[in-house]
């Protein structure tokens, strides 16, 4: 078996890919949840004391569009290293196992209506489709989108 080699880590890249998927492991939390309940309901109970002010209204708006934008990014490029981890040990399998297609191995690359195309071929020619594609033995009837 052929060895990938020595991993490399390290620079800019890898410091913020740990940060980004440490962001998203504290943001995913129930706990993050919780403390952004309070915070609103503090922000709420401040609203009087600042007269419901436009600074009042002003402060609130902008830290959360700032969290919001940031938070689109850590997420994206967490969604995106675990997209292209998964393609790469699905990859792996599909060279591991001596009959499977290995045609697949790239059809992340292409667009949506090939990849549906190529979807149907793989279900009519599955030998043992799950229940759910099948009524009575007989493959389900395709009904059209209202």
Do not use: C
Not at 9 to 27: D, Q, Y
Not at 43 to 52: A, E, K, Q
Request: no cysteine; aromatic share 6%; hydrophobic share 40%.
């Amino acid at each position: 078996m052929r060895q990938l080699g020595r991993k490399r880590t390290g620079g800019l890249t890898h410091v913020f890919s740990r940060a980004a998927n440490r962001v998203s492991e504290i943001a995913g939390s129930h706990w993050t949840f919780l403390v952004a309940i309070v915070l609103i309901i503090l922000w709420i109970v401040t609203g009087p004391l600042f007269g419901f002010s436009d600074t009042w209204q002003l402060a609130a708006n902008t830290v959360t569009t700032l969290i919001t934008t940031l938070m689109v990014f850590i997420i994206q490029n967490t969604q995106n290293r675990d997209a292209k981890a998964m393609h790469l040990k699905l990859d792996e399998l599909l060279r591991a196992v001596p009959h499977a297609r290995k045609v697949f191995m790239d059809v992340e690359e292409e667009d949506l209506t090939e990849i549906a195309r190529e979807k149907e071929i793989v279900d009519q020619a599955d030998p043992y489709p799950p229940k759910d594609k099948t009524e009575n033995g007989e493959p389900k009837q395709k009904t059209s989108p209202r």
